[in-house]
């Protein structure tokens, strides 16, 4: 959400920044009623370089308020990378001066010609402005390097970068993950200044088909196991390689100890959070409110591959995802663990049902909407392998542009199509169709649920209640509103359809 001029495809309940450029979420965290959205920003181009952090606020995660930068590199060198905020309630850091406020504190990666290190700044006002730590950094490259020759080419320069922090309650401590490149490092502290390397993980384990970028560790517990342990989950992004192609991200599945992370499933299992080209440097809140324990992730919508090529600049390039919720569930039909990801339920404040049909024989039909910005729901019975499902978003009146996430039975596989969204000539393959596999639950059961969230330049696919999902940028030329159902096969039956509009 937006208070910014509009455009065809502005965004309207994602976060857009007003003008220029924006990568990963950084230190996404709820304080005092409010939740922050801190971003890699460049505030004078729309070009990927000159990296600061942008801010945002919002009271429900949907509708956003830009504030002013609130940390800025010391040259324009410099980069201020990805990170992450915590809030030191017990003010271990020593930094808080009145008890009104407590400080939050923002650890990132200072870097300066692929020389990185670990920074920290801290706010006393509620992340409005931010001083940096007089001793940085706080984590350097290597201990035995000298000040002068960190920007010598004699040293080997290697990833080290994206740190993410939380409390760790069973060892009473800080615990800091970030990437090495190949690898991610966890490391402990008492004080958030002064950390301790513990341990590495992921050498041998998962995709290495890119550089590793942005790990965070996530806690879940386990209510239904003995002793009321936990399982952990690992997101790590990887630059390239992902399933749709280019930047991706997987996640693994283990336990947590305080020092070591302890995979629980065969080094060599890939779990990717998303199947969509445009999902990627995810990490999830710090500090959210509630007993619930929600998990709540955003990521970057966009792609290395072309996402200084985004046909929005001159006016802006890059917005995030909708918040997801993450839940670890046991699939029963694969019998491993999985993450499955629903839009935070405030979304739905803003939206309002147009229209709902019920016990319906699926049949051949237009539905001509008007609007560009809303969710669609539909769940289906009597699915086989026979069935072929097409449907088709933003369709123009000709028929000429849209973008179809089709259902194939015979392969049991969800197809995303954006060939002909619009403009897609700005990088080669960007015009494809995507791919994703589904395991055996829509056969068995003969049902499909498929929600989606159109956002004028964007779909996010979730299927069966959020097992598995797909994102993708789209920027019609055409000002297409049409819906296009096809069916194929034999019948089928729609137990619901909805179509909810947002405004804001
Ligand atoms: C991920 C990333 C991070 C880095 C940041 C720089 O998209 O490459 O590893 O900190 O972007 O903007």
Redesign the pocket.
Known sequence: ANRVPSHQHRPLVHFSPSKNWI??PNGLVFYDGEWHLFY?HNPHTPM?VN?HWGHSVSEDLIAWTELPIAIEPEDDVV?I??GSVVIDWKNTTGFQKNMSTHPMIAIY?W?KQRWQEQHMAYSLDRGRTWTKYSSNPIIPMYNNVSAADRLSDQVVRR?F??PKVFYHILTSSWILVL?GGDHVQFYRSSDLIHWSLMSRFGLTDGSHGGTW??PDLIEFPQRTLKNRTSLWVLLV?V?RNAPAGG?GMQYFIGTFDGNEFHNIQPPETINWLDYGPDF??GITFHNIPGYDRRQILIS?MSN?QYANSLPTAPLWRGQMTIPRQLQLDLNSYTNRYHLRQTPVQELIRYSKRLITYYHEKLSNMVLNMSRDVYMFNIELHKITKATTIHLKFRENSDKSEYTQVSYIGEKNQIELDRSRSGLTDFYSSYPVQFNMNLDRETLITGRLQLQLIIDRCSIELFVNEGKYTMTSLIFPKDSGYQIDISVDGHEIFINYLELMLFSL
């Open positions: 990568n990963d890699q990927s990296m980069g990378w990805s990666t870097q990833p970068r994206d990437t970028e942005c992004s630059q930047s990627y440097a970057w290395w």
